[in-house]
Structures are given as C-alpha cells and as structure tokens.
C-alpha cells in the first residue's frame, strides 16, 4: 500500500453544457518518504488535483486515499505551499506561523508553540525577519515563510503547488536547494507540482507528466536517480541529466502536438527550455537532436 493512492480518479467542474471535464482515470501512487513532481500543462487540472488531495475538492469517480483511508476534508496531515504564498499582510512571519500551529498544538504551553514557531522560520533562514509583515519581505522570503508554515504543523505530506514559479531563477535555485535539503531531514512525503522539468530532476525521486486537459491524464513516469545532495551545476555535466531532460521534454512536445491537432482549444506547454544536443532514444525511435 503506498503512502497516498489516487485510484482511476476523475473530476468534471459543472453539469449540462457547461460541464468541463477536467481530469480522467487518475492513478498515482506515492511511497512514503517519496518526492514525486508532476509537470503539467498550463490548464490541465494541476491545481484541481492538489485540490483533490487537500480535500478541498472530491472525485467524481475513483479513490483518493492517504495511509489507506479516504480524504475527506483538509487535515494537518498535508501541508500546502501555494504559488501565492497566501500569507496574512497584518501579521508577521511568527504569526502566521502561530495561526496554522496553533490548532494543531492546542495543548502545548505557549513557550512550546513560540519553540516550534522559531525552530521552522530558522530552518528557512528567516530568523532575523520572524518580526516582519509579509509586505516588508521579498517574493523569496514570502515563499519561504509559507514552506516554514506547511512545516511546522508537522504534516506527514507536504503538497507544493507551483511554490516557486513567481520567483526569479537565483531566488528559485536556492529555495529549491533549501526544500530538498529540509526534505532529507524530516523525510516528509513530497509532491511537487511545477512548470519546469530542470526543477523536477533537481528535486524529485521521480517525475510523471500531467497530459493536456480536458480529460487529462497522467503520463509515463521518468525516474531520476541521481544521488542526492544533487548539484545542478554538477549534475548539468552528467550526460545522463542532458538524457533524460530531454525525454521528458520531447514526451511533453509530442503530447502537446498530438493534442492540438485533436482539439481546438488552446494547448500551453509547460515552460520548456530547448532540448540539449546529444542522441537520445524515445521508445524505438532514435534521433539526433539539434539545437533550436
Ligand atoms: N470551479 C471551477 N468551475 C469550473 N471550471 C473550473 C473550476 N476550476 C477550474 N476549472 C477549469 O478546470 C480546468 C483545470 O483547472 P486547474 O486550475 O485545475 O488547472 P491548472 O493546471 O492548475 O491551471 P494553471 O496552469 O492555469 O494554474 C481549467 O479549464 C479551468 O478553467
């Protein structure tokens, strides 16, 4: 039994002519202690999926299941990293760190909850900021108190959506690091969703492509199995890296294309940097690969 099923899970959004079918036959199985990314598409129900394993949100059909048991609502078992930071402007960093923590260690004294609150905002490098207002910290910092929030309500999962597509590269490189090094750590499941394969294969055991909606679907997993800690200036060099970046990438290119000639509506890769040189080999076909 793995940590967190999905089972032939499908979702639709409204009835009749306006019903939009967004994700169809759904299966996803995540170990405990795995760091799984999923790539997707602009559009293809990345956040309705995050929704349906928030419990935010439930299947039409099929079962989503955490430890076994069916989601019914949100728990303090998932944490969740949103793209918006969603952090409360009138209060600083310890306080909203304080609002999520409180519920969950309503029985620990208040020294114990300013003790937890501490220990997560240092381990996002935020100590010298804990006083702050969101409005006074950068994009990067915002995006690193919602990680100590997620964090410090002790969750056995932790559910990352888009947490750093807002972010400059620079910002983003270092929080990435700093997510998989607390990752090692506290050896929380991870699912990590993004835009961008270079963030999977920094960060994830594995990565599965979230195929163009509507009806989407998951697509093959690549697994990535560079030893950790993994550096990207040092794994950049590794052929294997330019190899299996490459996969990933023409996989996401071919289903983008199949699925534009088949639809109408507007299909929005994710955000794809050009293929390295280098042969590759894609199913039984094999190509030389050129810049572009
Ligand atoms: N509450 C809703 N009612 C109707 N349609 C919805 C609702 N929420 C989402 N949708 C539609 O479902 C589809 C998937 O939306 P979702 O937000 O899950 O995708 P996404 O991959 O997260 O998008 P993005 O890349 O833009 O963040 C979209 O076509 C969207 O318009």
Redesign the pocket.
Known sequence: MAFLELNNVSKS??TGKDK?D?LKNINLHIEEGEFVAIV?F???????LVNLINGLLFPDSGEVLLNGKPIEGPGPDRGVVFQNYSLLPWLSVRDNVKLAIDEVYSKSSSKEKKEIIEKYVAMVNLSHAIDKKPGELSGGMRQRVSVARALAMNPDMLVMDEPLSALDALTRGSLQEEIVKIWGEDKKTCLLITNDVDEGIVMADRIIPLNP?PNATLGPEFKVGFERPRVITEINKDPNYKLLRNKVIEYLIEVGSSRKQSTTKEILLPDLKPIMPGRIQWGRKKQKVKYF
Do not use: A, M, W
Not at 42 to 48: C, E, N, R
């Open positions: 959004y409204g939009v967004v997707g602009t559009g293809s129900g990345k956040t309705t909606g």
